[in-house]
């Protein structure tokens, strides 16, 4: 079985597209397969938050590349990303949480990220429908949000005028050692390497993979153009961030191009069913309520659940599987898929084209859970 492409990247979500963007960019031949659509999976049910996060030096090292490359591609990406850069504020609700905003900004102006603290009165300037009384807040201004699906096609498209070639339709039973891969209907396509950047499915397609599903559910209200300026992130999202085994919600919102809003967030560990879970759906809005009151006057157009691949360091596994040097992967981004997309194409194609990375790969590598089971 010859091979007549060099990477499939299984999986045309916005990780898969990055990657197959950057590797098509460095010369190789790919082919992109997916069952779905394109972004019809993780990438569909994900909030498009590009922000820099630091629970750890691996995962700011690869957010703050990951935004780096967003800013440098956001003049490229055209009307159709719906790519703002609206900034993050993080709001404090008391002064353990005014604690966590300053150890933040200390942390992000040590790495050269830039950041603002605000007091009570400044986070109620910026933001006149929160709740009155917030201790303070975290403004970082070059994050912004982008609409994923269409990023994704985005990101395929250039790596079609690169040479790619995309199959959608194509369901994928597993990864070949030898390289390539094996379809539903039994028959194979051989490459120099596959990489399975399936997100929460990944596992069905690699065996033993320490990656779980997340389910979390979005709701997206009627337009309403200036009723929240910047992504909102109560400091309590990184204490239900942190849980692997409780159910958590959190408030968490962002401003649409098109003037609509986008309120999160849940988190639910091993739930199979993707159907929207009404109790956490109400806790997850009660919350909301909370923080932005005038939130119950608007009118939800759409209420959605899905899935992210989650992996137990919170960081995601980019590089050569366990199985061997012909299986790759590009999983277990959690809830951080859409931010480290393109740090994760760029960081999988200086791999495998022997570049220097940018960033260090080592924690990354998915060679660090080699023997643990998921």
């Known amino acids: 079985m010859s091979p007549s492409h060099d990477v499939i990247v299984v999986g045309a979500g916005i990780v898969g597209a990055a990657c197959a963007a950057e590797c098509a960019g460095g010369g190789l031949k790919v082919l992109v397969l997916d069952q779905g659509p394109i972004g019809g999976g993780a990438t569909g049910a994900g909030m498009g938050h590009i922000v820099v996060m630091d629970d750890s030096e691996a995962q700011l090292a690869l957010t703050a590349f990951s935004r780096q ?3 440098e591609r956001r003049p490229r990406l055209g009307p159709d990303a719906e790519s703002v850069i609206c900034g993050t504020l993080w709001v404090a609700a008391d002064a353990e949480e005014m604690a966590e905003v300053r150890r933040k900004h200390g942390v992000y102006a040590e790495h050269g990220i830039r950041s603002e603290v605000l007091t009570g009165a400044a986070v109620a300037d910026a933001e006149p429908n929160l709740r009155a009384g917030m201790a303070g807040g975290l403004r970082v201004p070059d994050d912004g949000v982008v609409y994923p699906p269409c990023v994704a096609r985005l990101l395929l498209e250039e790596a079609q005028r690169q040479g790619a070639q995309i199959r959608l339709g194509a369901a994928v039973r597993g990864l070949l050692a030898e390289g390539g891969v094996q379809l539903e209907d039994g028959s194979r396509l051989a490459a120099g390497c596959a990489v399975n950047a399936a997100g929460p499915w990944s596992p069905a397609l690699t065996p033993g993979l320490p990656v779980r599903k997340r389910k979390g559910h979005l709701v997206v209200t009627d ?3 200036g009723f929240v300026r910047h992504q909102i992130v109560e400091l309590g999202y990184l204490k ?13 919102i962002q ?6 809003v986008l309120i999160g967030s849940s988190r639910q560990f091993d739930v199979g069913s993707a159907g929207v879970d009404v109790p956490i759906l109400g806790r997850m809005l009660g919350r909301a309520f909370e923080y932005m009151p005038g939130l119950a006057r608007l009118r ?3 209420v959605w659940s899905g899935h992210r691949p989650a992996t137990p360091d919170k ?3 980019i590089g050569p599987s366990a199985e061997g040097s012909r299986i790759w992967l590009a999983t277990g981004h959690e809830g951080l898929g859409i ?3 393109l740090g994760t194409g760029r960081l999988l194609a200086d791999l495998l084209l022997g570049r220097t990375p940018a960033i260090p790969a080592g924690p990354y590598l998915p060679s660090r859970f080699q023997g643990e089971k998921p």
Do not use: E, K, M
Request: proline fraction near 9%; hydrophobic fraction near 35%; charge should be positive.
């Open 223 to 225: 337009r309403a153009p």
């Open 300 to 302: 939800a157009t759409r």
């Open 255 to 260: 401003p649409r191009q098109t003037g609509q």
């Open 315 to 317: 960081l995601p596994l």
């Open 240 to 252: 239900s961030a942190h849980s692997l085994s409780q159910d958590s919600v959190a408030f968490n």
């Open 339 to 341: 931010t480290t997309s």
């Open 69 to 71: 490359l967003w800013l």
